[in-house]
Structures are given as structure tokens and as C-alpha cells.
């Protein structure tokens, strides 16, 4: 089984100590390696196939050459799933109690999950970390969920989560709540509110679902002032493993490390970036479109095509570990296909 509990913060150093800071490190971002890109995609249309028939296969081999190693390999996989407990839950907005999220910490610990079965077949290192279990965030609805502090500590959590040796990071969360956070981010982002953005969840019903709408309302008007700072909605209406999510996602950026993103949580605490630099989240594919309401939405504001389709919203990281098969595929087809003058034969008409 290859699975770590990382319960404390690595050694490597964050390059920011205040919101400022971190601003300041979310629009200075690196460029991708464009010419690598391009000598992914000539020799696309060396190999012994029609061009382009490739799909999407074909733009995704160039894309690891554009962030990742050069030449593009997809053999050192990180899988990291944060986990945090979110003190809007005592509006009734889960179906399962705040104690889930230690007892789903723990079954990850023991190989019991999803995710652990979907890293070991990708043969992916997983890592599960939660953040400060014992103590949740501010209830939303009243106060922010996170002060600058709190908020700037789960951000480096996940920053120094990130190995530079990693060739890819594929990103997940645990948390009892957090898609009544996400749905708030996404509607403080791109407008609407909780009608928009709410779904069921892990499962509400209809009466759950109009509380969680009615939450959700309540938290966007408390804190319509900072509506404009993508940085200080994700403070006020996420949650420690969005936060860290977000470190993730900004270390791979600094590190030229590609990203698969899972679903509508992921998705939703990646968003700030891309708010504050168009280009912010080149780096990162959406794995899949999930079931969760709001999901498919989202990925049409950032303008992110998801590889997979599967009517899964279960989280865990699950559907970004199951799209690493999808870009091994597509590397193993670059790599290993004849060109036309190594198969000898003809690739235009006589």
C-alpha cells in the first residue's frame, strides 16, 4: 500500500508570509515551454495516422511537454487529498456529521477507500493530508471561515505538499460540508447565487437542499464587500483543504508541474487563480466533469474541457487518479508509433 498520512508541514520554505505575499506570487507565474509543445505536435504529424485523429490524445502530450519534464514522462505521480472540517455544517447543510471527515482520514490511512485502490492500479504515491481536524472553520454565514493567518498557513500547507521530482500532481479533498463552500466560491467568482450553484452534496434532500441554498445566500450577502478579491473569497468562504488545494495548485505553477484537478471542490479552490491571471491555471486539466451540480458550469466559466465524463462525485482525488491512464495512453502512443519514413509508408496522396 502506498499511502502516507502527512500530518505535519514539510520543511520546504513558501514564498509568502501575508496575503500580499501570496498575490504577489499568484500573478507572477512562469511561462510554459512552448517550444517543447511544438516539437510534441510536429512530430504528431509524423506518425502513421491521419492528422489530428488523435483528438484530444495528440493537445495533451503537448500540454505535458508545455509544464512538465522534457521530454514528457508520466512515471512519478503524486496524489494529494486535504482534508478539513468546516464549521458551516451547523446549518444542516451535509447529511453526515463533521466526525466523517477523521473517520474517512483514517479509512484512507488503512487502504479501506476509493482512492486508494484507483492510486495503487496507476501506481501513484498517495498522500492524505488533513488540516487541523479538531478545529473547523468559522461558520461562514457570520464571520469569514478563515482569517489571514489560517488562511496563509493551509495555503503553504499545500504549497510545500508539492515535490519538485513530481512529474504530475493530481488533486483531491475530504471534507464534511466543503461543496457548500465550493458553491459559495463559485458564486462569488462568477455570480448567482445558491439556486445557481448548490447541489445535493453527498446526498441532501429537498428540504436540505433549500437550507443549503439559503446558507449559501446568507454567506454571499455577509461578505459582499470582498466580492472583487478573488484571494479574500476564498478566505471568507472556504475551507482549509480549499486553501491547501489552492497552495497545490500555485506550487505546481512555480514548479512547471502539470495538475489534474478533480472535481467541483478541487475545481472551485483552483478558481482564484485563474480570476487573478487568465492564463493561471494553463497548468491544470479538468479530470472529469463530475455529478455534482455546478460542476460542468464552472468548468465552462474557467474554460476547462474535462477528460472524462463518468457521473462520478464521490471525490477523493478519484477522478483525477483515473485520468492518469488517459495521458499515459496518450505518451505511450507519441512515443512509441512509427513515423511514416520509419514504417515506409506514404503519408500523402500520389
Known sequence: MNTTLQTGDAERPAPFRSLAELRKACLELPTGDSAAAAAVMARQAELTKPPGSLGRLEELVAWLARW????????????????????????????????????????????????????????AKLRVIPLDLDKPTADFTVEPAMDEPSFIAAVTTGYRAVRPEADLVCLGEMGIGNTTAAAAIAAALF????????????????????????????????????????????????GRELAAILGATLAARHRRIPVLLDGFVCTAAAAPLAKLRADGLDHAQAAHVSAEAGHR?????????????????LGEGSGAALAVSLLRSALACHDGMATFAEAGVANKPH
Do not use: Y
Open 68 to 123: 512538465g519534464r522534457n521530454p514528457p514522462r508520466v512515471e512519478n505521480v503524486d496524489v494529494l487529498v486535504f482534508a478539513g472540517n468546516h464549521g458551516v455544517t451547523v446549518h444542516g447543510v451535509s447529511p453526515f456529521p463533521a466526525a466523517v471527515t477523521a473517520q474517512m482520514v483514517a479509512n484512507f490511512a488503512n487502504g479501506g477507500a476509493a482512492i486508494n485502490q484507483l492510486a495503487n492500479a496507476v501506481s
Open 191 to 238: 455570480g448567482g447565487d445558491g439556486d445557481r450553484w448548490a447541489g445535493r452534496g453527498t446526498g441532501l434532500d429537498d428540504r436540505g437542499l433549500a437550507r443549503k441554498r439559503t446558507v449559501i445566500d446568507k454567506a454571499l450577502a455577509r461578505h459582499a464587500a470582498v466580492a472583487d478579491d478573488p484571494l479574500l473569497i476564498a478566505a471568507a468562504l472556504g
Open 297 to 313: 458550469m464552472l468548468l465552462d466559466e474557467l474554460k476547462l474541457k474535462p477528460l472524462l465524463d463518468l457521473g462520478m462525485r
